[in-house]
């Protein structure tokens, strides 16, 4: 019995002792290599980008008419839908035209008088032309019936200019649109009165189809685009210069495209500001005069401008940027850069890329500067089909 206790004693104390070699053997060992990390990579492109820049101003409309009274009298009637649209010519006010038609009478029966006078003088002198020749009437009597003749066309030439006075002002109790367009409220109410003297505002009168938008650009960002032209880092856009798109208050692109009319001739010498002004086609009267907006002008294009995606692109401090790179090693580099401008979704890069490398767009947070990784495509994400209708 002694002999087996013996042997199983020893089992037991060689089982320990064989599983404690075997974690040493397993501790001993290296660990398995990890494998390098995947990221989603974009290359740096190199393109044509358009510069274009933003400047404020506000709408003015093409044509704007202030209507006022030219005859002096008690208003009548108003004969228009305030904000409604007016064709020139449309009849907008009546004023009581009673005043003025009795002027007209009273210039007709002047002129009647007038010619009257006249054709009595011309029947004397005519008369006198044959009574002088035989001195039966003296010449003075003969020379002051002559120019009682003048004084008496001067006369009917002057009840003539009353008489044609008299028709325009009662002609203009009938208040016109002197152009189409918008009109606003009415100034006066009927039964006012409203006086030629004092040319009483009545209404305004707006042409909002298309409109005017009026905003100025600082000389010195004038010079800088010429000088960059002039050197070949920036190229005209040739007809695109007149293109110019609207970007409304709420943040919201006008549908319609405008184009550039005029830049002036001359600086602001107060402000350094060159006034420009474009036109915009209104047909859904969307847009309002002195409504604030700013304009895009593409003013120039940038050749082989070096661009990468925005999203790529990290804030260091003391404005400066930086971006992960892959190099020919498959190794994650820190490259600081310098950011020329944006343009949507993109920056230009002027310093610290080439065309052709590779930035991480995916997986920065899994590959620190050094580390080896795994560079595949960059795929942006598709977009969302739209749900099919039952």
Known sequence: ???????????????????????????????????????????????????????????NPMREAQVRAR????????????????????????????PLQANLEAAKATMARADATLKESKARIG????????????????????????????????????????????????????????????????????????????????????VYFDFTQSSSELLRLKR???SGSLKSAGDAMASVTLLLEDGTTYAHAGKLLFSDISVDPTTGMITLRAEFPNPENLLMPGMFARAQIVEGVTAQAVTIPQRT???????MSSVLVVNDQNKVEQRTIEID???????????GLKPGEKIIVEGSQKAPPGSAVKPVPFVPAAVESKPKTP
Request: net charge positive; glycine share 8%.
């Open 341 to 351: 401008r944006t343009v949507g979704s993109k920056v230009v890069v002027a310093k």
């Open 127 to 210: 008369r006198y032309e044959d009574l002088v020749k035989i001195n039966a009437v003296s010449k003075q009597l003969y020379d002051q019936t002559a120019a009682s003749v003048g004084q008496n066309e001067a006369e009917l030439l002057s009840a003539q200019a009353a008489l044609k006075t008299a028709e325009l002002n009662l002609g203009y109790t009938r208040v016109l649109a002197p152009i189409s367009g918008r009109i606003g409220r009415a100034m006066v109410t009927e039964g006012a009165l409203v006086g030629a003297a004092e040319a009483t505002q009545l209404a305004v009168i707006r042409q909002l189809d298309p």
């Open 71 to 98: 005859a002096t009298g008690i208003l009548l009637k108003r004969a228009f839908d305030e904000g409604s649209n007016v064709k020139e010519g449309q009849v907008l006010f009546e004023i009581d035209p009673l």
């Open 228 to 230: 960059a032209m002039e």
């Open 313 to 319: 692109v990290t804030r260091v401090g003391a404005g």
């Open 1 to 59: 019995m002694k002999a087996p206790a013996k042997k199983s004693l020893a089992i037991a104390v060689a089982l320990p002792l064989l599983g404690a070699f075997g974690a040493c053997r397993q501790q001993d060992a290296p660990p398995a290599a990890m494998p390098p990390a995947e990221v989603s990579v974009a290359v740096v492109a190199s393109e044509n980008v358009n510069r274009t820049t933003e400047l404020p101003g506000r709408i």
